[in-house]
């Protein structure tokens, strides 16, 4: 007879934990993507105007005129301004696309980045404070942005903008709902 054979029955009493159900990714709502294109399309108009005023410059200045054809600068204007208006149609919807978030009992997770893939992690025990904001085109939208503060250096924010406004502030009460042995 061993030390441990009068545990045996307890072992075989206790029921095995279910692991907690995990918590699907959630991708902001599609008015993010409205608000994403809107601000691309701003974008590209004021970036159009620079290059076009860039354009018009060289081109009216002396020493370039002689030898630069009012043609070629004209193409490359359109090619510029053609250029721009791709990117605001095709970028926003990229964005959208690949940003996704959730929160588990542990952490508050994000997905995001279209180049350059970017995860980040944020336990909740780390989180200090949250707020939750919203500019102007955001009210707009019913969108805002909810940050949470950490305690650490490096990404001592981390915002994840684009969210329905009411889920933004329901996430944020959420996140600060902690146990009541938590101490800080």
Not at 48 to 53: D, N, Q, T
């Amino acid at each position: 007879m061993t030390p441990h054979d009068d545990l045996a029955p307890l072992a075989e009493e206790t029921p095995a934990l279910a692991p907690p159900e995990p918590v699907a990714f959630e991708r902001v709502p599609e008015s993010a993507r409205s608000l994403l294109s809107v601000m691309s399309f701003l974008r590209a108009g004021i970036f159009s105007l620079i290059g076009l005023s860039f354009l018009a410059v060289l081109w009216s200045s002396a020493d370039v005129s002689e030898f630069l054809p009012a043609w070629l600068c004209i193409l490359a204007g359109l090619l510029w301004v053609g250029l721009l208006l791709t990117w605001a149609t095709l970028w926003p919807g990229a964005v959208w696309r690949r940003k996704y978030w959730r929160l588990t009992d542990v952490a508050l997770e994000l997905n995001s980045g279209v180049l350059f893939r970017r995860q980040m992690t944020v336990p909740r025990s780390r989180v200090q404070h949250t707020e939750v904001t919203q500019g102007p085109l955001q009210r707009r939208f019913g969108l805002a942005t909810l940050t949470a503060f950490t305690a650490g250096e490096r990404f001592a924010a981390v915002s994840v903008s684009g969210l329905d406004e009411t889920r933004a502030r329901n996430v944020r009460d959420e996140l600060l709902n902690r146990a009541p042995d938590h101490v800080v």
